[in-house]
């Protein structure tokens, strides 16, 4: 590897890791607003124009308050948990094809930290390893509520990953590839062979079951037992105050930017858009591309924050319901589906 | 039994059918409610900037009133004070001086006049008490402040501002 390339990929990393803080950081802005307006509110429009600068304010605010570390919480766990949880939500970014190659004179850049044909495996330990932030954050507060919140938060995850993972299965049924890049790059443009290219149009039933696990795993709400507010005080980070809580809520942020970053690629296309092959620039199509992929990511998002302010929460019981005895079934019916299609056609 | 009114209505609790187990139509139902409720117009009201419309016999901040020729009304009789059910007003009267007759309109008046606001429940009995006419709650809702000596309003703030000639 020469030295540019080492400098070029670094550039990168820099990139997409402040991509998705400030992402983050205007999602929080993004939901008080969206809230407001679901609601026939006008939401925060007092720190700048149309309270633009509301995260600024929200951020120095985290950085100010007082940190209180409870008398019997064990103290270097207390800190690990929030960092772990902010950790294991930014690397999943790393994965991700943000978009095709970009070609500088004769330099050539990958928008694509790494394409390892593991893709989707990794993101799937990162995401597993997410539940350790808040199952460790959770146990060192020794508090009940912070420990029930942990305990819902882990059984939640452990049952829903089965039923995003057989949903995948059926997915690289069709696909073929564990790469991210690849999985990418076969959904080109928007229309190819009498049909169209996009794997939701031949997964729609897999769609479903990865979105409805996708808002389980982000612990967004109708699924988002661990901190209900409601019954548990704030689940798992009730103990954490300034900017330990502060990572806790932002790495919720950072979860609903990747998976919608996820699905985006995976089954929308990622950065491919209709009439792509109509342009005849490269770098052109890349740009609009990676335009396209933070379209399609803004709207689930969107759609995240949509579902958030309209459907109650679940309770756990039929949570669990859901999880074990609909998806699990329904995704074994997709994977037979998809492999007799796969197979007879 | 026969139930008095006839108005009562036995319901049957159908079991589900499998659309509405399926819970998705409800979902995409309440997603289409709300999505409405996104475009519409929001009924807040940006206080400070944008005020409501205050209803006629509406009673805000009071004001001790000037005669058509500019001189205050107010002749310290204390009839406010006493009527005052929060015992929010007090007074000192002071004679008028020669000299003074454009100033007050009566022999007497008030030298010192407190309002209270934090004491005051705007009741208006003060209004009806007055045999002079000379306080009136047609102000607006009393700005808040830090301090509590800052809610106790003088002459300053309370007597209108003085006729153009």
Known sequence: MELTDIIIKFVLIIVVFAISLVVAMYSTYAERKIAAFFQDRVGPNRAGPFGMLQP??????????????????????FIVGPSLAILTACIGSAVIPWGQKLTIGSTVI??????????????????????????????????????LGAIRAASQNISYEISMGLSIIAL????????????????????ADGYFSWNVFKQPL???????????????????LPECETELVGGYHTEYSSMKLGFYLFAEYINMFISSAVMATLYFGGYNFPFMDQISSPNLVTILGVVFLFAKIFAFIFF????????????????????????????????????????FF | MESLTNKKKVLEVKPLNFLERAYL?????????????????????????????????????????????????????????LSCPAEAITMTAA?????????????????????????????????????????????????????????IYGKDKLVEAPLNQ
Request: negative net charge; charged residues 25%.
């Open chain 1, 172 to 191: 690289l049924l069709v696909t073929g590839s564990l790469s991210l890049g690849e999985i990418a790059a076969q959904q080109h443009g928007f229309w």
């Open chain 1, 206 to 224: 897999g769609f479903l079951i990865f979105i409805v696990c996708a808002f389980a795993e982000t612990n967004r709400s109708p699924f988002d």
């Open chain 1, 110 to 147: 990958d928008l694509q930290v790494t394409d390892i044909n593991v893709g989707i495996l990794y993101i799937f330990g990162v995401v597993s390893l997410g539940v350790y932030g808040i199952m460790i954050g959770g146990w060192a507060s020794n508090n009940k509520y912070s420990l």
């Open chain 1, 56 to 77: 600024l304010a929200d951020g120095a605010k985290m950085f100010l308050k007082e940190e209180i570390i409870p008398t019997n919480a064990s103290g270097f766990l």
């Open chain 2, 25 to 81: 139509p409800a979902i995409v139902q309440g997603l289409s409610i709300t999505m409405k409720h996104f475009f519409k117009k929001p009924v807040t009201i940006r206080y400070p900037e944008e005020k409501r419309e205050f209803s006629e016999n509406f009673r805000g901040m009071h004001s001790l009133k000037r005669d058509e020729e500019g001189r205050e009304r107010c002749t310290a009789c204390g009839l406010c004070a």
């Open chain 1, 304 to 343: 995240f924050m949509w579902v958030r302010w309209t459907i109650p929460r679940f309770r756990y019981d039929q949570l669990m319901d859901l999880g074990w005895k609909v998806l699990i079934p329904l995704a074994i019916v997709n994977i037979v589906i998809t492999a007799t299609a796969i197979t």
């Open chain 2, 95 to 151: 004679e008028r001086q020669k000299g003074e007759e454009n100033l007050y309109r009566e022999e007497k008046y008030a030298a010192v006049y407190e309002i209270n606001m934090l004491r005051c429940i705007f009741c208006g009995l003060c209004e009806e008490a007055c045999p002079k006419e000379a306080i009136y709650l047609d102000g607006d809702i009393v700005p808040a402040d830090y301090l509590r000596k800052d809610f």
